[in-house]
């Protein structure tokens, strides 16, 4: 079933001479039970569109909808509400609260979004599964930037959202991490039923992909 849908959509930055065509003419679908690579070098177009999927920014023109919303039609309280229900971001800049510990960051889930996250024994078992129990009494910026990433994904998977984006989610993990983070995403797909969308330079996560796409110059070609 299609969980997010981009139909023609473009994004251009800035006016006149410094005007830049971040996406051109996207098409895009992703289902729930698939995992969904987005490859293609840097200034490729990848986190615009990581974050137009996602309606942390809005398309120029073409249309977002995500479980059948055309959320270019929502108000500001229906699309923050959507986004928080429905969609996990793992970014780029870790986006850990730097003055809480690793465990504080869960707790801070649960005040923003009150229902519908794992439960306490589902909690224990993925922080188990990523390898960072042990680090639940640490400041972010006592992790190394492997721990940082684990966390993010961790904090991500704790609301339990539908679908999951990620930007870059191996980027500063050795090879066995990013066997252990590809599977958990594959799982995650598999297992839970999520749509999984993931941004990446990393050919390591190619074997966990249902469909490959490559990004070039804000143009989208699908690969697999
Ligand atoms: P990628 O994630 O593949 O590296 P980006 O989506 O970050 O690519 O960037 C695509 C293009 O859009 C690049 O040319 C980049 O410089 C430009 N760009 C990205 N964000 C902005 C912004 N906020 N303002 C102006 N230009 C931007
Ligand atoms: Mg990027």
Redesign the pocket.
Known sequence: MAVIELKNVKKI??KGDAQ?I?LQDINFVANKGEVVLIM??????????LTIAGSLQKPTSGEVIIDGDDIGNLSAKKSNALRLTKIGFVLQAYNLVPFLTVEEQFVLVDKVKKQNNLSKDELDKLLKQLGITKLLKKYPGELSGGQQQRAAIARALYANPEILLA?EPTASLDTKNVEEVGQLFKDLAKKRNKAVML?TRDPRLEKYADHIYE?MD?KMTQKK
């Open positions: 930055y800035g830049v971040a293609g070098p840097s200034g490729a177009g990848k986190s615009t569109f930007d941004v990004m804000g």
